[in-house]
């Protein structure tokens, strides 16, 4: 068998692209915001309802530009989960500014705001939220709490594009909202990213954060880096945007399926469920509870891998375990914080159009042979 892995990039033909490829090779417009990148920029502003939607090289330059367009004090201090990918800290970092690590909540997985409290001191300047899995942080609480404190609020919202909380689009929350576009995302433009707001005010600010400060051939007005996104991007991430309601639709179906077989084993627990939410479908997580399931997530993933199919253990480990912030503090309202208790318990399953059914009957046969060799209770 194919070895199957967690992810799949979605591209579009070769034909569609070609046409797109000769309007790039007769301009010979490579980069520096070209006609197919403004062209993308404003499907996305339409498709997500924002005013402001600008395009970056990856998500972690869009991060790293939206911290700049605020303008946040030198030295300030972020608080942000430790369950994220490490880009998240790193643009803090990359900033200038201090990552504040607070807990998660034990349900969604997603920033608690409590703990989130306690983490804010007079040095903290911001605070960025991370819908997990595309699950959606408690975004009504954050701004209530940043609204409080006079602090500002961004979202990492690499796993929730096109998502909707009580019909808020993703795109429209806190301060700012970034994405990725990698090619792991259900939306991608093969290597990119995006920043999103409903304040027009911002539009320059990322403009000229992507784009070194330049103004003008003689004027730099602030500080940038090169976080512009080629023409070649672009064309993949117009031809994608057309396609990625099909891809998602496919992955709905395979995650009722999955749902199905998860809930047959006590000690599976599937991502949280938001009623009011509709989701990106970016990744389909679940949680092993080794005492009641009877294997622990390693055993899961292990002997999946031993049938070529690669799952991902995915947040782990956090970046409270990194080399970067290892002994960083946890706020928390937990003696031991939420997130120590859930890291080793994490595992996503192989979540695109690319899974076949052989493929969700050899995980389910996997999960009943763990489940079935569990030691009896006497």
Same mark, same amino acid.
């Given at each position: 068998?194919?070895?199957?892995?967690?992810?799949?990039?979605?591209?579009?033909?070769?034909?569609?692209?070609?046409?797109?490829?000769?309007?790039?090779?007769?301009?010979?417009?490579?980069?520096?915001?070209?006609?197919?990148?403004?062209?993308? =920029?404003?499907?996305?502003?339409?498709?997500?309802?924002?005013? $402001?939607?600008?395009?970056?090289?990856?998500?972690?330059?869009?991060?790293?530009?939206?911290?700049?367009?605020?303008?946040?004090?030198?030295?300030?201090?972020?608080?942000?989960?430790?369950?994220?990918?490490?880009?998240?800290?790193?643009?803090?970092?990359?900033?200038?500014?201090?990552?504040?690590?607070?807990?998660?909540?034990?349900?969604?997985?997603?920033?608690?705001?409590?703990?989130?409290?306690?983490?804010?001191?007079?040095?903290?300047?911001? $605070?960025?939220?991370?819908?997990?899995?595309?699950?959606?942080?408690?975004?009504?609480?954050?701004?209530?709490?940043?609204?409080?404190?006079?602090?500002?609020?961004?979202?990492?919202?690499?796993?929730?594009?096109?998502?909707?909380?009580?019909?808020?689009?993703?795109?429209?929350?806190?301060?700012?909202?970034?994405?990725?576009?990698?090619?792991?995302?259900?939306?991608?433009?093969?290597?990119?990213?995006?920043?999103?707001?409903?304040?027009?005010?911002?539009? =320059?600010?990322?403009?000229?954060?992507?784009?070194?400060?330049?103004?003008?051939?003689?004027?730099?007005?602030?500080?940038?880096?090169?976080?512009?996104?080629?023409?070649?991007?672009?064309?993949?991430?117009?031809?994608?945007?057309?396609?990625? =309601?099909? =891809? &998602?639709?496919?992955?709905?179906?395979?995650?009722?399926?999955?749902?199905?077989?998860?809930?047959?084993?006590?000690?599976?627990?599937?991502?949280?469920?938001?009623?009011?939410?509709?989701?990106?479908?970016?990744?389909?997580?679940?949680?092993?509870?080794?005492?009641?399931?009877?294997?622990?997530?390693?055993?899961?993933?292990?002997?999946?891998?031993?049938?070529?199919?690669?799952?991902?253990?995915?947040?782990?480990?956090?970046?409270?375990?990194?080399?970067?912030? &290892?002994?960083?503090?946890?706020?928390?309202?937990?003696?031991?914080?939420?997130?120590?208790?859930?890291?080793?318990?994490?595992?996503?399953?192989?979540?695109?159009?690319?899974?076949?059914?052989?493929?969700?009957?050899?995980?389910?046969?996997?999960?009943?042979?763990?489940?079935?060799?569990?030691?009896?209770?006497?």
């Amino acid at each position: 068998m194919t070895p199957l892995y967690v992810a799949r990039p979605l591209l579009p033909s070769r034909a569609d692209l070609d046409i797109l490829l000769d309007e790039i090779w007769a301009s010979r417009w490579v980069t520096n915001e070209g006609p197919l990148h403004n062209r993308l =920029e404003a499907a996305l502003s339409r498709r997500l309802g924002v005013p $402001v939607a600008r395009l970056f090289s990856s998500g972690t330059s869009a991060l790293q530009c939206a911290m700049l367009a605020l303008d946040l004090p030198p030295g300030a201090e972020v608080i942000t989960t430790p369950l994220t990918f490490p880009a998240t800290a790193h643009a803090i970092s990359a900033c200038g500014l201090k990552p504040v690590f607070a807990d998660i909540d034990p349900d969604t997985l997603t920033l608690d705001p409590r703990a989130v409290a306690r983490a804010i001191t007079p040095r903290t300047a911001a $605070v960025i939220g991370v819908h997990v899995y595309g699950t959606i942080c408690n975004d009504a609480a954050l701004q209530a709490l940043c609204s409080q404190h006079g602090l500002r609020l961004l979202y990492d919202a690499a796993h929730a594009f096109a998502a909707e909380k009580a019909g808020v689009s993703t795109a429209a929350m806190g301060d700012l909202s970034v994405f990725s576009m990698h090619a792991t995302k259900l939306f991608n433009t093969i290597e990119g990213g995006l920043v999103t707001s409903r304040d027009p005010a911002l539009s =320059e600010r990322l403009q000229l954060a992507r784009n070194f400060g330049i103004a003008s051939e003689e004027q730099v007005k602030s500080v940038g880096i090169n976080g512009k996104m080629s023409e070649l991007h672009a064309a993949i991430g117009l031809l994608n945007l057309d396609a990625f =309601e099909h =891809e &998602r639709d496919l992955r709905r179906d395979l995650r009722a399926r999955y749902d199905a077989i998860v809930a047959t084993f006590p000690g599976l627990i599937p991502q949280a469920r938001q009623g009011d939410v509709v989701r990106s479908e970016q990744y389909y997580m679940l949680r092993v509870d080794p005492e009641i399931f009877g294997a622990s997530r390693d055993d899961v993933y292990d002997r999946l891998k031993q049938r070529d199919i690669h799952a991902r253990r995915y947040f782990w480990p956090i970046c409270t375990d990194y080399d970067s912030y &290892r002994g960083a503090p946890v706020a928390s309202l937990q003696p031991v914080p939420v997130v120590e208790r859930v890291k080793t318990t994490l595992l996503c399953l192989p979540f695109h159009s690319g899974v076949q059914p052989d493929h969700v009957q050899i995980i389910g046969d996997v999960l009943t042979d763990l489940s079935a060799s569990r030691p009896a209770i006497p």
